[in-house]
């Protein structure tokens, strides 16, 4: 009887070792691991991003979207520059909400928020492996006038446009390595 209970034992043993962590891979399951970017650096830290449109407070915005579009990825952030292998600086260049679409009578019914950042990656040393590269992204939206499109963009899609942009930073950093 002894003998039998351990044969049942051992075989669920070996279900629990191979059969599972099988089922597990095959679901696309994998251990939280941290990815590399170039250059093999596995630690970054995002530099609040230079403002060089008269947009205030979205600075905060896009650092935050790329803090949580990298994390998503693995990539591992810091909150301490001394502790990365590479920093990220961003500097948002261009901001602008302007007329994309116009009625038969020439009033402008569509309008697009646009913005476009610098990237550079850094490693430790101060080496730039990304230099100056300008992303864009924009979204369309209706709106009845400026007014009300300055606002539209301001409260909804410029959150999305920079959510986009984090994007953008994320697929550069995987697609120059």
Do not use: W
Request: include cysteine; glycine fraction near 2%; proline fraction near 3%.
């Amino acid at each position: 009887m002894k003998k039998a209970t351990l044969e049942i034992k051992n075989f669920f043993k070996i279900i629990f070792l191979i059969v599972i962590p099988f089922i597990l891979a095959s679901c696309g399951y994998r251990a939280a691991t941290h990815s590399s970017i170039i250059d093999s650096i596995k630690t970054v830290y995002v530099e609040t991003p230079k403002n060089s449109t008269s947009n205030p407070d979205i600075a905060l915005y896009l650092k935050k979207s790329i803090i949580n579009e990298l994390i998503a990825h693995n990539i591992k952030v810091v909150d301490q520059k001394l502790h990365a292998q590479g920093y990220l600086e961003t500097d948002i260049t261009s901001y602008s909400v302007d007329p994309s679409l116009f009625n038969s009578e020439g009033l402008p019914i569509v309008y697009r928020c646009m913005i476009t950042i610098s990237l550079t990656l850094k490693d430790r040393d101060g080496k730039a492996l990304i230099l100056n590269k300008l992303l864009t992204s924009f979204a369309d939206f209706k709106a009845n006038n400026r007014e009300i499109a300055l606002q539209i963009a301001k409260n909804s899609v410029q959150q999305k446009v920079l959510d986009q942009l984090a994007v953008l930073v994320r697929e550069d950093l995987f697609i120059n390595f």
